[in-house]
């Protein structure tokens, strides 16, 4: 079950066969409507390009020198100073 503060209505065009495959879904589910079968598939999708996105960063763990990342590392603390002052 998923509980929302609020909902927002939007259109979006999808194609006439996930259109189908979303209705087929949600008559399995017993929903009036296929709302939750989008916001479930969404949900899923970037729940799965987080996991993704963190495998691959994890993945470069050992590519840089202790210099490259020391010096890596001074530049992104610059360049969150100035944009903290702007």
Known sequence: ??????????????PERL??????????????GFSEVVVDAL???FRVSETKRNSIIL???????KQE???YRSEIQKSRKNWKQK
């Open 59 to 65: 993945g470069l763990r050992g590519s840089m020198t």
């Open 43 to 45: 949900e899923t999708y």
């Open 1 to 14: 079950m998923h509980i929302y503060a609020y909902d927002m209505r939007t259109t979006i065009e999808i």
């Open 69 to 71: 990342s020391k010096a």
């Open 19 to 32: 259109r189908k495959q979303c209705i087929h879904l949600a008559l399995e589910r017993n929903l009036s």
